[in-house]
């Protein structure tokens, strides 16, 4: 069965894929031939991921899911949230994003934070929405060369090491991404 994935984000798919059944052939935007950037214009996670799967159907008219995700630090009041991809600027560089969020926090010991993803599903002309949270904090600096965005500076609840450190199997375990994903397989396991 074919199912769109609204991303042209390549980690995403390949972390994606691993967890979808292997009935499931996933496509990427730029394989179905939508080149352009989706409009993320909502105030919320949930907005955006549903403007991105909303696209897509009206677009397609295929079972597809798009999923939105936020970094959300307690000390900067839940920021950078919706604005990740863009803290540092439009040019979405994950190396800029990273210095500006450890240079707002500064010397402050108060580092607890989540990243939120929420993945919205057209499927069957429905809609579904399903959620993921990891909880921990933010490093003082980097760790890791694995992952992408802010995997470096992010350690888990209950790990020594940044998302950066961690195999892509033990990642998705534990992410909010792979916990999202997660709800979203075991849905489609049993959807017709």
């Known amino acids: 069965m074919n199912l769109v994935f609204a991303s042209h984000n390549n980690h995403k798919i390949e972390e994606i894929q691993q967890l979808l059944p292997s009935n499931f052939i996933l496509k990427s935007l730029n394989d179905v031939g939508i080149f352009e ?101 933010i490093l003082a600096e980097r760790q890791g060369k694995q992952g992408f965005g802010y995997d470096a500076i992010f350690m888990p609840e209950g790990y020594q090491q940044s998302f950066a450190v961690l195999s892509l199997e033990e990642k998705n375990k534990i992410s909010h991404r792979g916990l999202a994903v997660k709800q979203l397989v075991d849905f489609l396991k049993t959807a017709r």
């Open 37 to 137: 950037d989706i409009p993320e214009t909502a105030e919320t996670i949930e907005g955006n991921a549903f403007l991105k799967a909303n696209f897509v159907y009206k677009k397609l008219h295929e079972n597809c899911f798009a999923d939105d995700t936020g970094l959300e630090v307690e000390a900067l009041k839940g920021a950078p949230g919706i604005h990740s991809a863009r803290f540092a600027g439009e040019h979405k560089n994950s190396e800029d994003n990273i210095d500006k969020l450890l240079n707002e926090l500064g010397n402050t010991t108060h580092r607890t934070a989540q990243f939120k993803t929420v993945i919205c599903l057209y499927f069957n002309h429905k809609i579904y929405e399903f959620t993921g949270i990891c909880k921990g904090k």
